[in-house]
């Protein structure tokens, strides 16, 4: 079975930094586009940042400057480093891929979240 392992959340101040990481568990023939979200309580699941299999990334506005994402091909990850965190980062991160196993079969696989918490 392919799923998402995401670890690295917890409770940080504000200013300080947290890093995600987000393996994929399984064997799969390709790996696409990967990406993280964050949901608050209340509001809808939002992109924080994505990352192509090329290396190109896009991130939200809320979090240019501040946060990077990352990934190693070689390892199947993806990771997010976060950087001078402020409390409206408080959410659950959930990480995203898109995949291909090796009976062609198409993934949109979401990790099980992982909550960071920004907090003084």
């Known amino acids: 079975q392919v799923q998402l392992v995401e670890s690295g959340g917890g409770l940080v101040q504000p200013g300080g930094s947290l890093r995600l990481s987000c393996a994929v568990s399984g064997s799969i023939r390709s790996l696409y586009e990967m990406g993280w979200y964050r949901q608050a309580p209340g509001k809808q699941r939002d992109l924080v940042a994505s990352i192509t299999s090329g290396g190109n990334t896009n991130y939200a506005d809320t979090v240019k400057g501040r946060f990077t994402i990352s990934r190693d091909n070689a390892k199947n990850t993806v990771y997010l480093h976060m950087n001078s965190l402020k409390l409206e980062d408080t959410a659950v991160y959930y990480c995203?891929?898109?995949?291909?196993?090796?009976?062609?079969?198409?993934?949109?696989?979401w990790g099980q979240g992982t909550q960071v918490t920004v907090s003084s």
């Open positions: 995203n891929a898109d995949a291909t196993g090796w009976d062609r079969t198409l993934y949109d696989l």
